[in-house]
């Protein structure tokens, strides 16, 4: 499975970024994909991730209300609307998806960056 993010950038705070996160390859068996960041000297953590098995979703505390994870599956293409972003939400944004064969495997887009502006 190869993950392509696009749609990162510098935007201001209060404003809105829709990042995109292209699946090709062998895509079947996929159990969830999600988003990570990682912001200078910080660990990497969760964003938002979304099941396939009913299309359940979880955010991080930090960006419930502003973020939505979504997924057209026709496109195998999933997405991250930012809304009312933050300074603290400046990071590489990395795309992930979990696929389930014999045992899960988690691959990872090359990661896009993400800079809000006070």
Known sequence: VQLVESGGGL?????SLRLSCAASG???SINAMGWYRQAP???RELVAIMFSSGGSTNYADSVKGRFTISRDNAKNTMYLQMNS??????A???CVADQILRELVR????????TVSS
């Open 41 to 43: 000297g910080k660990q």
């Open 107 to 114: 691959y990872w887009g090359q990661g896009t960056q993400v």
């Open 92 to 94: 590489v944004y990395y």
């Open 26 to 28: 062998r895509t079947f």
């Open 11 to 15: 935007v201001q705070a209060g404003g």
């Open 85 to 90: 972003v933050k300074p603290e939400d400046t």
